[in-house]
Every structure is written in structure tokens, then in C-alpha cells.
């Protein structure tokens, strides 16, 4: 079993947000903390796969520009029209 060494990290919030995080941990029937890790868990969760995915556009625009490779938004579209239907087509044919 793995334990991760934990350091405490403090976060000052608004009287009205951290009554509603007290009210919401209370019907929740967990604590505020418990309550805020996993708010904060989600968010780094969420957000690294936002950035991700806006890395793969970077690179796609990287090798578009380098080679001038692309599918025409034609082929693309009957493609994903075959794919969606349930046939098992291969994609298109890159072209410059």
C-alpha cells in the first residue's frame, strides 16, 4: 500500500461561501475539508484534461503547418457519417 505524505495547504474564504460549505458538508454528512479536497480534486481532475486536449490542437496545428496535411471537412464528415452508423470505415486519406 502507497501512502502519500500530506502538507496543509490553508484558504481564506468569504463568510457566505464558507457557510454554505459547512451547510452543504453537514448535508452531505462529511466534513468541510473532505468536502473542499474533493471539490479541489475534481477541479485539477476536469482541468488537466482540458489542457490535455488543448495540447493536442496545439500539435495538430503544429504538424498542419509544418506539412500541410489535412482531411477535407467533406471526408471527415462521411467518415464520422459511416463510423456513426455503425460501419467499420478507415479514415480518410491525409492530403496537402
Do not use: N
Not at 14 to 33: F, N, Y
Not at 34 to 50: F, G, P
Amino acid at each position: 500500500m502507497t501512502v502519500l505524505a500530506a502538507s496543509a495547504t490553508s484558504i481564506k474564504l468569504d463568510s457566505e461561501t464558507k457557510a454554505r460549505v459547512r451547510r452543504l458538508a453537514q448535508l452531505r454528512q462529511r466534513t468541510p475539508h473532505w468536502l473542499m479536497l474533493d471539490a479541489i480534486r475534481q477541479y485539477v481532475a476536469r482541468e488537466e484534461k482540458l489542457e490535455a486536449f488543448r495540447q493536442e490542437g496545439v500539435s495538430a496545428w503544429q504538424a498542419f503547418q509544418s506539412t500541410g496535411l489535412h482531411v477535407t471537412e467533406k471526408a471527415a464528415d462521411e467518415w464520422l457519417a459511416k463510423l456513426e452508423s455503425g460501419q467499420d470505415a478507415e479514415p480518410p486519406a491525409c492530403r496537402v
